[in-house]
């Protein structure tokens, strides 16, 4: 319990002070004050805020230990400046958050988490967890999520939007991933105003944490802040506030650091367009197939067994929250970066890029207990760090392809069949001059020589093919014709959907290969040199 016992000296005179803190104003702060001076003494109990009762305690105090009333007095107005300020300070810290102790895991516990994280097929078992938490297919979802809230533990975590129509499953799956998360790792609110998160400035109170909003009326008012705090890892604010010693008027600054990942759930077409494209947004399969699975998994949970399912869940739950807890933030640096590819056609791919980087370094991440820990130095400090490897760009890529991708079906079949036969001219093409597609422009006229279609056929389904970025127009300096790049490697002929610019993970390891070569070949002329 706090000590209630304040001592102030003043010359030859102490006062000692009770009760202060058992007050809750400083209109009403009724204390015990005992005076003393050598072996004289005085003690009253009144309201300390009070002129009155002050001078009745200064006239008494001064005949009780003969003392001028204007020694005293002065003493008074010294207590008044000082019992405030401390009773402020009480005040102010009755506020503070109170600190919970972080959980701590049991041996057998830690052993789990970890040998959970070191699972060679981790992902997979992470979707088999969420359906086992009622989550039914969406396993690209379900990774995204999960990688989602792993990257808060990065220097800019993902953020993801999950949009689709009322009661397609949206809040289901934002509640069930934010059941894996540690609670020091999560805030989760409905609805947030205009100037909260400028607030939410005490350490660590965002930091490193996912914020979850259930539907995205919620984030309206916040979106500014989310924008800034997503771009820049921080926001400030001024606030004016009345000094309550000179009673001016001052400005506050207030700091809020983040990063800070966030995911929300939206039915809008036509939401927010900026922030949303800081986010990967998310749809839901709305098939009859996956109603009925759905509605089989309901009816599961109504029986005995759905008694048992709901026993492993709170263990799955347990689990990811450990195992989240083990994860740290470590640096995550890609060897391979030099060598990927994006499509770059349109200013909007910036941003897409940069979420395709970050979630690759979020699967790293999720992976660091797989790999070896290696250090560099930065001013003059070992930093650890860990490697992108090529099955995280190979994961990476899958991910890619179904959220942000595209599939052939959405071409009639004759500009299906064009590129086709497009993609088959520009391979042999490039075999025969040796060099990567990328490099190679043609025409609409090369086009019809090697296809043998019209020029009316082209008209009609070379636009379609550019509409889409199958085709790119170039236009070279001093040339008036229209030249053209193929985007398109040949895939999706299996009806998968693909997005296009992202490197085949094969022709990387081949790059690799070659490089390494290279160097080989390199070193071994320095040598015989």
């Not at 009403?28 to 009762?53: C, G, M, P, W």
Request: proline residues 3%; contains cysteine.
């Amino acid at each position: 319990m706090k000590d209630d016992t304040i001592y102030i000296t003043l010359g030859d005179r102490v006062y000692r002070i009770l009760g202060l803190y058992k007050n809750h104003a400083r209109e009403a702060l009724n204390i015990n004050i005992l005076l003393k001076r050598e072996e004289k003494v005085h003690q009253d109990s009144f309201n300390f805020a009070s002129d009155n009762k002050r001078e009745t305690f200064i006239r008494k105090a001064s005949k009780k230990l003969d003392l001028e009333e204007e020694i005293i007095s002065s003493d008074v107005d010294k207590l008044v400046l000082e019992l405030d300020d401390l009773f402020q300070k009480h005040i102010n810290a009755q506020k503070e958050p109170k600190e919970e102790p972080g959980y701590q895991m049991t041996k057998a516990e830690e052993e789990e988490a970890l040998a959970f994280l070191k699972s060679p097929n981790l992902l997979d078992l992470v979707t088999k967890h969420f359906l086992i938490l009622g989550i039914v297919g969406e396993t690209v979802n379900c990774k995204i999520l999960y990688l989602g809230v792993t990257s808060r533990l990065l220097n800019e975590p993902l953020s993801i939007m999950i949009q689709s129509l009322f009661a397609a499953g949206k809040s289901a799956m934002l509640t069930a991933v934010m059941k894996l998360l540690p609670k020091e790792a999560k805030v989760t609110y409905t609805a947030i105003t205009g100037q909260a998160l400028f607030y939410m400035n005490k350490p660590g109170a965002l930091k490193h944490k996912i914020l979850a909003i259930a539907e995205e009326e919620g984030l309206e008012k916040v979106k500014y802040a989310l924008k800034n705090l997503q771009s820049e890892g921080k926001i400030s604010i001024a606030s004016t506030s009345r000094d309550p010693h000179t009673g001016h008027l001052e400005a506050i600054p207030y700091d809020t650091e983040g990063p800070l990942g966030v995911i929300f759930t939206g039915t809008s077409a036509d939401f927010d367009e900026e922030l949303l494209s800081r986010c990967f947004s998310l749809g839901m399969d709305l098939s009859m197939e996956q109603t009925r699975a759905i509605h089989d998994i309901q009816r599961k949970m109504e029986t005995l067994e759905g008694v048992e399912i709901e026993n492993e869940r709170k263990k799955i739950i347990q689990l990811h929250q450990n195992a989240q807890r083990l994860l740290k933030p470590i640096l995550v640096k890609n060897p391979y970066a030099k060598l990927l590819k994006f499509t770059y056609k349109s200013h909007r791919t910036r941003r897409d890029h940069m979420k395709y980087l970050i979630l690759i370094r979020a699967i790293a991440l999720l992976h660091q207990y797989q790999r070896p820990i290696k250090y560099m130095k930065k001013d003059g400090v070992k930093v650890p760090y860990i490697d992108v490897t090529i099955e995280d760009i190979e994961i990476a890529n899958a991910l890619c392809n179904e959220v942000l991708g595209q599939s052939l079906s959405a071409l009639t079949s004759q500009t299906r069949l064009l590129l086709k036969l497009i993609h088959e001219m520009v391979q042999k093409e490039c075999e025969k001059q040796g060099i990567d597609h990328e490099h190679y422009r043609f025409t609409r006229r090369q086009i019809m020589e090697y296809t043998g279609w019209s020029l009316s056929q082209m008209k009609a389904y070379i636009p379609p093919l550019a509409e889409l970025e199958y085709l790119i127009l170039q236009r070279e300096e001093g040339c008036s014709r229209h030249l053209y790049e193929l985007f398109y490697r040949g895939e999706g002929e299996k009806k998968e959907k693909f997005m296009l610019g992202l490197i085949d993970t094969e022709e990387l390891r081949k790059k690799i290969k070659d490089q390494n070569d290279d160097e080989k070949k390199t070193e071994k002329h320095d040598y015989d040199d």
